[in-house]
């Protein structure tokens, strides 16, 4: 009987990933480890192997084409073996498999301990049927829109706080609706996505106030050329949904520091001089190391700026992992160079410049762009004076980098030329009061104008 070959979730907030190029074909044999295919997820492009041996029966989805994680991608089994016909896979699949999970989150307690054959399936392996047929074999859905708008509607949610799922809040914007004037049906009066069908197809005489409020917004008329709707891809998808989760609900604050560099310049001319001929010479030792390491050292004296902020705890950590910031041809990435204040400078500069590398080739594993206690971008190679960077959650703050600039500033009594550097720290004020960013800042400042102090 053919095996099917699923979408994998391949990093952890992988929703659904796009097939690059399919490195086994049709009537190849496979072995259990093969790679059958590089796959985009929203953070990079990873290989997808086989799970059983065999051969490869059919490609159920063409390169460049996008599903969702547990959705088929092809099958393997014995040469001229019947196998089904494909399913039928759309774009609006991603939103059904959704909603199914959702509907399974937001399912009674008693539902929940009730058996269910689907439940027993591994969770790389999707269900028999298409996404269709598995809606129509689930437990009966909620009311339509319209039947929820009589006074046997549920009960409006508690304490004036809106509740919704990430999904209905997806559709919301995407359609235009205001899920403040829509009833939820899930716990708490929490709105769900199933709450939304048939929203705003409703006629707005129907008198009702819910039809009234869902009515979709009168669009602007713009000209028909003049402008290119670029598809979002995985990378673009994932940064969206993750800062939104930042600027809005994080209570942040912006402190601003300057750093005389001269002595970095320095110090990093003479290292570099120092490794010309030796066997560190490989190893360039760019400003961004310096400052990555005077960070991770500064980071020691401050654990409050090396935490986590986890609704009904601050998690101090007892190691620093430093994201580092790496712009790529979708977006950014963050790697994350693992116990950064026990390495070396050199040790630093090869890992950040060896983890770049790998972020913009899209060649990065999932454990090494995911757990970072502080982050660093730096936008100064841009030439950018200063900048503000939004916090990645669940971390307590980041510190944007601006350019080294030679400008006349007050020195030794007298008017001379500087190189200096500003940086502003972005603090959750949940974790960070000021007093504490400040004096962060303040170690920071003081060991770029005297780096000597990284090496005690």
């Not at 065999?54 to 084409?65: C, N, S, W």
């Not at 120092?274 to 020691?300: H, Y």
Request: glycine fraction near 8%; charge should be negative.
């Amino acid at each position: 009987m053919a095996t099917k070959v699923v979408m994998e979730a391949l990093s952890p907030t992988m929703e659904e990933g796009r097939l690059v190029e399919w490195k086994k074909q049709p009537g190849d044999a496979v072995a259990v480890g093969d790679v059958l295919a590089e796959v985009e997820t929203d953070k990079a492009v990873m290989e997808l192997a086989a799970r059983v041996g065999g051969t490869l029966l059919r490609h159920t989805i063409e390169e460049g084409a996008t599903v969702p994680v547990s959705a088929e991608v092809a099958l393997i089994g014995s040469p001229g073996e019947e196998i089904p016909p494909p399913p039928q896979v759309t774009p609006d699949d991603v939103t059904a498999r959704a909603r199914t999970a959702e509907r399974v989150l937001a399912a009674p307690d008693a539902e929940a301990t009730q058996p269910s054959p689907g439940r027993d399936r591994p969770v790389s392996m999707p269900p028999a049927a298409p996404a269709r047929a598995v809606t129509e074999s689930a437990p009966p859905l909620a009311p339509t829109a319209a039947a929820r708008a009589t006074p046997a509607a549920p009960a409006p949610p508690s304490g004036g706080r809106l509740r919704a799922s990430p999904l209905a809040r997806r559709i919301a914007a995407e359609r235009g609706l205001d899920l403040a004037r829509v009833q939820g049906s899930g716990p708490e009066g929490r709105v769900v996505a199933r709450d939304l069908d048939g929203v705003g197809a409703a006629p707005a005489a129907s008198g009702t106030a819910r039809g009234a409020a869902v009515a979709r917004p009168a669009r602007i008329a713009f000209p028909a050329e003049g402008f290119t709707d670029q598809p979002l891809t995985q990378m673009r998808r994932a940064i969206a949904r993750r800062l939104v989760q930042s600027i809005g609900p994080i209570p942040t604050f912006y402190l601003t520091a300057e750093a005389d560099m001269e002595r970095v310049t320095e110090a990093r001319a003479a290292l570099l001089e120092a490794a010309a001929d030796g066997p560190s010479a490989a190893v360039k030792v760019s400003f961004n190391d310096v400052i990555l390491k005077a960070v991770a050292t500064a980071l020691r004296q401050h654990p409050m700026c090396n935490a986590w902020w986890e609704d009904d705890r601050i998690r101090l950590w007892h190691d620093v992992h430093l994201g580092v910031a790496v712009a790529i041809e979708d977006g950014l990435i963050t790697p994350v160079i693992r116990h950064a204040d026990q390495k070396s400078l050199r040790e630093i500069a090869a890992e950040a410049g060896e983890l770049a590398a790998r972020a913009r080739a899209r060649r990065l594993a999932p454990d090494e762009y995911t757990g970072a206690t502080f982050s660093v971008s730096n936008l100064g190679m841009l030439g950018i004076d200063e900048f503000t960077a939004i916090i990645n959650p669940p971390e307590a703050a980041i510190l944007a980098v601006g350019r080294i600039e030679e400008r006349p500033v007050a020195h030794g009594g007298q008017v001379a030329l500087r190189r200096r550097m500003r940086m502003t720290l972005s603090c959750d004020h949940r974790v960070i009061d000021g007093a504490t960013g400040a004096r962060f800042l303040q170690t920071l400042t003081g060991m770029l104008e005297n780096p000597l102090a990284l090496v005690w």
